[in-house]
């Protein structure tokens, strides 16, 4: 069974930064793009930045010079910094994999989301 697991969510100060993980594990043969969206309450879901197995970058252009992501191939982890942190930028955020494994070949599977508060 595969999993994502975020951690390093929480409340900070406007200005500030946090840094999101998100590991996989289970039966993970290969992992092709890994990203990052956000929900904020009573807003869709969007977009924050994606990373393929290569190491190509996209990210919201809002977001671009704040937000930087980053993978661990040999961890199956993709990180997620954030700096400068703006009071709209609170939000859970869901870490999703395109990962595939022998039952499932490529498929799509998403962390439970971890909660970012930014107090100003």
């Known amino acids: 069974q595969v999993q994502l697991v975020e951690s390093g969510g929480g409340l900070v100060q406007a200005g500030g930064s946090l840094r999101l993980s998100c590991a996989g594990s289970?039966?993970?043969?290969?992992?092709?793009?890994m990203g990052w969206y956000r929900q904020a309450p009573g807003k869709q879901r969007e977009l924050v930045a994606t990373i393929s197995s290569g190491g190509r970058t996209n990210a919201a252009d809002s977001l671009k010079g704040r937000f930087t992501i980053s993978r661990d191939n040999a961890k199956n982890t993709v990180y997620l910094q954030m700096s400068t942190l703006k009071p709209e930028d609170t939000a859970v955020y869901y870490c999703?994999?395109?990962?595939?494994?022998?039952?499932?070949?490529?498929?799509?599977?998403w962390g439970q989301g971890t909660q970012v508060t930014v107090s100003s």
């Open positions: 999703y994999a395109d990962i595939w494994t022998p039952q499932t070949q490529y498929q799509d599977y």
């Open positions: 289970g039966s993970i043969f290969r992992i092709s793009t």
